[in-house]
């Protein structure tokens, strides 16, 4: 299994779409009667793109996409197909966008999104802010995951203490 990257762009959108309403059509974050109203509310729909794109495909089959925000320090979406989960593609594209955005890097995520909510709390991502806004025609609460810089300090120069 040979997972590639490619940088993305809004020729994209029709498949990261797709990536990210199979992976929200998970009855553990959108309960059955509410998703069945959202394909008309036309729920999480990719913004015009903003920043960068990264797309994570196997054999030549794009199942994975992060999009973040270098100057923000912002992942503003990161799906993998359901199909494709637990098997790293999360992780490959974390950790590149990691490399871009040098400091701190944050995301918010639906707080009914357990599993991607754990995901980031094991990848050293805490808790920094909560809200409540409508999503899908109710209130609804979100998280503001936050991960300091992660190089770790033996990759840092060392300072030499005189």
Known sequence: MKITLRHGSSL????????????????????????????HQNRFRLPKLGGRRLIASIDRKDVAFVDYLIAKQHIKYLFVHPR?????????????????IKDAISVNVLSTNEKAVLWYLG?????????????????????????ADVMLQSQRPSKKLK
């Open 12 to 39: 994209d959108d029709t498949i990261c779409q797709g990536i990210m309403d199979l992976a929200l059509d998970d009855p553990a974050i959108t309960n059955p009667e509410t998703r069945s109203s959202i394909k």
């Open 84 to 100: 494709y989960q637990r098997n790293g593609f999360g992780a490959i594209l974390l950790n590149s966008v990691q490399e871009h």
């Open 123 to 147: 990848r050293g991502f805490k808790v920094s802010n909560c809200w409540f806004e409508r999503f899908n025609g109710k209130k609804t609460g979100w998280l503001k995951l936050t991960r």
